[in-house]
């Protein structure tokens, strides 16, 4: 999602002094949660595949980096450019800075400022040891400042999740089971969970889950449910009448389930920066964010860890007092080609 419109910035631009390679590594395995969406934002076949596979974050990091290294050592190149905050993000950018290849980030500067979760650990490695930074706000731009970057590596572009969000808006597909369930635009929720404090614990996710179900008010629920905790729904006989689990979808499916939904509620972070554009009520289920301004300018809200802190701001959507919500800075479709521009500059 957010290399997809970097690659087409530069076969827009045409410039004969960028050439790139894409380097898949192969975390994300599963054809849903990454071939699909090779082929749904026609994003060309990544030129190399390290297929890493599963494995502890260790393993995972470790594996990556001999692989890429691996890469760099027989054709070394000008520049690495990581995107986003996942172990790949990372693991890259060492690899790469350990062969003095100069590394660019793109959404550099965003903190949770919460250790407990991998995504800070990588976030601050990689803006540790990078020599560029595309940032998505100005507030990450001064927090790179206070981390002791100069201006002259900073670069405020934009966000180029929203750049793919707003280029295939008009391709968004109605899931089958849309019809089948007779959806109504407007008339559920949409669930995501994936963060361990809410989906390991059999407990725990059946006292959110109770909860969710008892705010929906007998309003559908639909869970698109990643296979592990489906197992753990289904070994714990965690049911309800309301509650509809759903496969996981490709990237056009989700985002149509998402534009036409009441609300979400979730516990990630890209998804409130894609509710916030398409001005859809979001329930973050974290006591933190990395994204404040989806919070301070969009139209998420931060509901905590506490299940029984839903239960109000569920009832103020089903009443229509939610927050209309506004686009923050430079969040408008173009922030691929601002990337691309400064690269040839450089």
């Known amino acids: 999602m957010k290399i997809a419109p970097i690659i087409e910035a530069i076969h827009k631009r045409g410039d004969d002094k960028i050439t790139y390679r894409l380097i898949h590594t192969g975390q994300h395995y599963d054809y849903k949660m990454s071939g699909s969406f090779f082929a749904e934002l026609d994003i060309p076949h990544p030129h190399i595949n390290l297929e890493v596979g599963s494995g502890t974050q260790a393993e995972q990091t470790a594996a990556i980096m001999i692989g890429y290294e691996q890469v760099l050592l027989e054709e070394k190149a000008d520049l690495c450019l990581v995107v986003g905050d996942v172990t790949s993000t990372m693991a890259c950018a060492i690899a790469a800075k350990k062969l003095n290849v100069k590394v660019a980030h793109v959404e550099g500067g965003i903190r949770s400022n919460d250790l407990t ?24 731009n001064e927090t790179l400042k ?3 970057h100069g201006e002259e590596k900073l670069f405020f572009v934009g966000n180029t ?45 059946q006292k959110l889950i109770d909860i969710i179900v008892r705010g929906a008010n007998k309003i559908p629920v639909i869970f698109p449910v990643h296979p592990r905790t489906k197992k753990i729904i289904s070994d714990n006989n965690i049911k309800h009448e309301g509650l509809i689990l759903v496969e996981p979808l490709p990237y056009l499916e989700f985002n149509y389930l998402v ?16 509710t916030t554009i398409m001005g859809v009520p979001c329930l973050t289920l974290r006591d933190n964010t990395e994204r404040p301004e ?11 860890t506490n299940p029984a802190n839903l239960l109000e701001p569920m009832a103020k959507v089903i009443r229509g007092d939610w927050k209309k919500g506004g686009i923050p800075e430079l969040w408008d479709g173009r922030a691929a080609t601002r990337i691309v ?3 040839s500059s450089l």
């Open 117 to 140: 979760m991998p995504e800070e650990i990588n976030r601050m490695v990689t803006d540790a040891i990078a020599d560029y930074f595309f940032t998505t706000t100005l507030a990450a």
């Open 294 to 304: 989806t919070c301070t300018i969009g139209t998420n809200e931060l509901i905590g």
């Open 161 to 205: 999740m929203i750049d793919t969000l707003l280029k295939q808006q008009p391709n968004f597909k109605k899931p089958p089971f849309f019809s089948e369930l007779e959806l109504q635009e407007k008339g559920y929720f949409v669930l995501t969970l994936h963060r361990p404090n809410n989906v390991d614990g059999p407990m725990s996710l």
């Open 146 to 148: 206070k981390e002791g």
């Open 341 to 343: 521009d400064v690269i």
């Open 259 to 274: 534009k036409n939904a009441l609300a979400v509620l979730t516990d990630s972070g890209g998804i409130t920066e894609e």
